[in-house]
């Protein structure tokens, strides 16, 4: 009998079967999709907010500034967080799906920069924005009656 670390590692006989449904339902490549473009939303929020409130710096050096800001660090790992997101989609789902579903962040950002940045988006864009989330639906709604077939 051993007591060190390899004593305390699952073996086949005491390994869970399988996993649990909000673990499941969390790995789902499409819900890792949502959650990327929300990483990627808050991620662009903060680095603006970073932005805005970095010291300025003069000469050649001007865009260490933003660095300086704790926002713009949060907004960093939220973009690598959404990185990794992403990489677990395309291990599942065909680029060509994928990417169009992704864009659902350009919905998101201008929905985020009103709400929390207190920026205008002018009515032009709330067109555009309506473009794209229809752009999204149309490629999602066949998938979502795929995956309810499954």
Known sequence: MTDGPAARLPTQSNAPKHRPAILAWLLNPYVQILLGALLATVGEVLLAKGAKLA???????????????RWTWIGIVAYILSLLSWLYVLRSVPLSVAFPLINVVHVFVP????????????????????????????IARPLMKAEKKL
């Open 111 to 138: 929905l985020g920069a009103k709400i929390f940045l207190h920026e205008t988006v002018p009515p032009r864009l709330w067109g555009g924005i309506s473009l794209v989330l229809l752009g999204v639906l149309v």
């Open 55 to 69: 010291p300025s710096i003069g000469g050649p050096l001007f865009w260490l500034g933003p660095l300086a800001s």
